[in-house]
């Protein structure tokens, strides 16, 4: 098994910065298809981007040229710099990984974009 811890959410302004970070109880580099989601009351689950271990990243196109998605084997943690933050981006943010192919969720943070 492993668990999936993230933090970093919080209230910003509109056009604002959040880091958001994704800690993994083991190596990061045996977790597969790593990624971020997200959920707002009432609609399901969205994929917002992924990496893959050699580092190649995907964005949704509603947050690409915002949005930055990273693993960092040093730190053990992959990180979701997000930018330009709209009121559209207020969401609970999930962080996913796949391990001896099964998939992992972490419990979610929230991120509020209002002023």
């Known amino acids: 098994q492993v668990q999936l811890v993230e933090s970093g959410g919080g209230l910003v302004q509109p056009g604002g910065s959040l880091r958001l970070s994704c800690a993994p109880s083991?190596?990061?580099?045996?977790?597969?298809?790593m990624g971020w989601y997200r959920q707002t009351p009432g609609n399901s689950r969205e994929w917002v981007a992924s990496?893959?271990?050699?580092?190649?990243?995907n964005y949704a196109d509603s947050v690409k040229g915002r949005f930055t998605i990273r693993r960092d084997n040093a730190d053990n943690k992959m990180y979701l710099q997000m930018n330009s933050l709209k009121p559209e981006d207020t969401a609970v943010y999930y962080c996913?990984?796949?391990?001896?192919?099964?998939?992992?969720w972490g419990q979610g943070t929230q991120v509020t974009v209002s002023s």
């Open positions: 083991r190596d990061i580099a045996v977790i597969r298809g």
């Open positions: 996913k990984g796949v391990y001896r192919n099964r998939d992992y």
């Open positions: 990496v893959v271990s050699g580092g190649a990243t």
